[in-house]
């Protein structure tokens, strides 16, 4: 193959940048905002375009205390913030303009690089409205650096969290991690213990209304394991597995079946869909979830996300061997 010289062979195509390596191949989307194609070992990981997030679903505690109403944008914005501007660097060069057709004609397809970095500009779906910047950088190896950043605000109300979302095409079987043992959150972190543990499935804690679950804060690295794909005659011989490690800092993590949004839309357990996706959420902030009681009492003060701070976040997507 072309690309078997260790440099990224680079694909400019007319509103995508596709990036190949020995075992991967990526497609990034400048429609979409990002990475909508990531596939290793001929096998695709994503079945959306990952997002910032910027909501996790209300507990009890959260409605009692008002928080949903008062941070209700947050919401919105998980939703419906879009790409405004994009950027393309290629061994530390941005180009000057970016390449869609007709600028993609001046490259062959015979384009080689070291390094290579695509930033997504964002606008949250708030008022006032504040970026947020996505930048994949990736490698020959096939790894991908990912930073987000969130610009602070003070006109904004607290977040619920601050993170990406991933969302894939098919139930994951299970996941390893190494961070804190069980359910923890900024303020239920006293029971848990560090070590490298390991989760059957994509437990949803049965509370009569379904609300916020699953989240492992001070993660250093978590591996996804999932068996199956979308093409039934895809009979995979052995578990896909895809690394998420932190960069400088341990991160937040959520494995579940659902989004946040499909967990604050039910009202009881039966009315979840069946499981289809794999939804892993990574988060360099997360709010507590209180516990005091549901009646009005508040998160305590050092366990918010003030709207007035930025926020970065910062991980590495690690490609497994054949």
């Keep these: 193959m072309a690309y078997t010289n260790e440099k990224l062979h680079v694909v400019f195509g007319d509103g995508t940048l596709g990036l190949q390596g020995l075992n991967f191949r990526y497609l990034f989307s400048y429609e979409r905002g990002g990475l909508e194609s990531l596939v290793v070992n001929d096998r695709e990981w994503l079945y959306r375009t990952p997002m910032p997030t910027f909501w996790r679903a209300t507990t009890d505690n959260d409605h009692g205390s008002g928080f949903s109403v008062k941070s209700a944008q ?25 390449p869609v057709a007709p600028v993609n004609n001046r490259y062959s397809n ?66 390893d991690y190494t961070g804190l043992s069980g359910e923890t959150y900024p303020d ?13 499935g994509m437990p949803v804690t049965p509370y009569l209304v379904p609300q916020e679950c699953g989240m ?14 979308q093409n039934n005659a895809d009979q995979v011989a052995k578990p896909m597995d895809l690394t998420f490690a932190q960069v400088d800092q341990p991160f937040a993590f959520s494995c579940l079946p659902y989004t946040a949004i499909e967990l604050e839309s039910a009202t009881h357990l039966e009315e979840l869909p069946l499981a289809r996706r794999t939804v892993l959420g990574i988060f360099g902030a997360v709010r ?7 009646w009005g009492t508040d998160v305590e003060a050092q366990y918010h996300i003030p709207a007035d701070k930025d926020i970065d976040l910062s991980f590495t997507i690690d490609v497994p061997e054949n």
């Design 110 to 175: 015979q384009e080689f690089a070291d390094e290579v970095a695509l930033t997504f500009t964002f606008a949250t779906n708030t008022v006032p409205s504040t970026p947020v910047t996505m930048t994949y950088t990736v490698k020959p190896s096939g790894q991908i650096t990912i930073n987000a950043h969130y610009t602070g605000h003070a006109d904004l109300p607290e977040l619920p969290t601050f993170g990406v979302r991933f969302t894939m095409p098919t139930t994951a079987t299970g996941f």
């Design 74 to 98: 947050w919401f919105a914005a998980d939703q419906f913030t879009t790409c405004q501007q994009v950027s393309v660097t290629v061994d530390g060069q941005q180009l000057p303009e970016l």
């Design 216 to 229: 492992h804060m001070q993660t250093k690295q978590v591996t996804v394991h999932r068996n199956t794909t």
């Design 188 to 200: 239920r972190l006293a029971g848990g213990v560090p070590g490298t543990y390991h989760v059957d």
């Design 288 to 294: 507590g979830v209180g516990g005091i009681d549901s």
